[in-house]
């Protein structure tokens, strides 16, 4: 894949049509069969591709059109998972209260894949991406949050237990990609200690937070090491993108070494919009021959950055790792700041910022 490709990137999702989430809601409903959902996918998709071509983005992306968030194609397509979601109550930043329905469902039975994961979304893209793009699958560190006591333990005794499951779905889901000939896959989440206040806590309760982030990284590894083809190999790792709530607060000082060194990717996006992120110095960590996307440009809010402002941040980042290791993004997707939370966020929002993505990378990188 050219260099100058991956000096711009994405996180993954795009903003649905609203006409794709009537859809959704008349296939919940069962109004609409899977077959005529599958169509309205179709369309939504090769119009976020048209939009990806004209704003000359680069890496290319489905949008997960096929998805209710970025992890619903693990709940949805393999069984073990309770059938509602989670809500919960949330306060805005001015102090209203979001009731927020969350795509992190309980496990309450075996894992068990009972259909592709994203071989739907592979098969699309190859067909129609005017480029190179990109797989997203959720990690499997990524159901952490499924985890519930009272309701999994009964089928997984730890945690540690449900994950040996996930890793060998996720596994096998990666493995039939990259013969169907996908050359770019990124895991997403599952990484712990980011929070401020976090590692106090594990140790408080008799944890040991270092283990906790070095199992997470080797569920990881153990789905990379079973990819032997020369792909490119990313992982995400979210803050929360909800405007809910302000989402997962603390630098990766305390996770970068161990992160950037043991986990077996070309390339880590990391969110890096906002003063909740902390500082650029833990990135001198970064060892030859990976790349930090810098995720600059704010999915969160319709407000577009300056440039100017972006270079300098680039630029300071470029202190602690070198540029030619260095690449730009949004934090996050856009649909999960573009729906009820409070954003309000376009589609043309949303172009601008893929623009000034393109724009930007291509001024600093050429």
Known sequence: MPDSILRMDQVGSL???????????MYKARLLSREELRAYEDEAILEAL?????????IFADGEMRRDSFMTNVSENVEGFEEHYPVTQQKRPDGSIAYVEGHGKAVAGKLRPIRRIAGPEAEFLLKHSPGPFKITILSPGGTAGSYRVGVTDKVY?????????????????MKKLVAEGVTYIQLDEGLPGLNE?????????????????????????????AITEPITRAKHVCRGNRTAWGGGRGG??????????????????LEYDT???????????????????????????PKLESQDDLL?????????????????SAQCGFQSA??????????????????????????VWG
């Not at 609203?18 to 959704?24: E, F, H, I, Q, S």
């Not at 980042?317 to 290791?325: D, V």
Request: aromatic letters at 6%; proline letters at 5%.
């Open 197 to 225: 206040g976090w590692r106090e806590q594990q140790i408080a309760q008799g944890n040991d937070p270092d283990k906790l982030l070095e199992d997470a990284i080797a569920a990881d590894n153990a789905c990379w090491d």
């Open 312 to 328: 300098r941040r680039i630029e300071e980042a470029s202190k602690s790792c070198p540029i030619e290791q260095l690449a730009l």
């Open 252 to 269: 990766y000082d305390w996770v970068a070494e161990k992160v950037f060194n043991l986990l077996h990717v070309d390339r880590l996006l």
């Open 157 to 173: 005794p730890t945690p540690a237990d449900m994950t040996r499951d996930m890793v060998a779905i996720i596994t096998d889901e």
């Open 275 to 301: 003063e909740r992120a902390g500082g650029f110095e833990p990135l001198r960590f970064v060892p030859k021959g990976k790349v930090i996307v810098l995720g600059l440009v704010s999915s969160k809010t």
């Open 15 to 25: 903003i649905r049509p609203a006409k794709l989430l009537g859809a959704r809601e």
């Open 50 to 58: 048209q939009l990806q071509k004209d704003v000359g983005i680069g």
């Open 338 to 363: 573009a729906n009820a939370d409070g954003a309000f966020m376009t589609m043309d929002d949303e172009k601008r910022k893929l623009e000034l993505i393109a724009e930007t990378a291509r001024k």
